[in-house]
């Protein structure tokens, strides 16, 4: 599976962003997909994940009210929607496909990841 994040860019405090993850080479549509973030100086951490039929979602605690982790079968895309933005939201987001279909907050459970998309959000 290739994956390809897209949709970062520069965006106020308190406004809104979304990212999208598409899948090629081969569908992703029976795996659990994640959202992780790194920031400089930082290490990577968790953000959300979503199961494969998208029944079940996952979000880190910073994160949560604000994001919204959905996916589109139909298109093999997984979006982040990310309201009320805050500046310690600002990093690189990387999306994953996890080994299986339930989605994980651990990183080595995910084995395909994106390039990254750069979000930064100004105060």
């Known amino acids: 599976v290739q994956l390809q994040a897209s949709g970062g860019g520069l965006v106020q405090a308190g406004g809104s962003l979304r990212l999208s993850c598409a899948a090629s080479r081969r569908t992703f549509s029976n795996n659990a997909v994640g959202w992780f973030r790194q920031a400089p100086g930082k290490e990577r951490e968790f953000v959300a994940s979503i199961s494969w039929n998208g029944g079940r979602t996952q979000y880190a605690d910073t994160v949560k009210a604000r994001f919204t982790i959905f996916r589109d079968s139909a298109k093999n895309t997984v979006y982040l929607q990310m309201n009320s933005l805050k500046p310690e939201d600002a990093a690189v987001y990387y999306c994953?496909?996890?080994?299986?279909?339930?989605?994980?907050?651990?990183?080595?459970?995910?084995?395909?990841w994106g390039q990254g998309t750069q979000v930064t959000v100004s105060s």
């Open positions: 994953a496909s996890a080994r299986g279909p339930v989605g994980s907050s651990y990183y080595k459970d995910y084995n395909y």
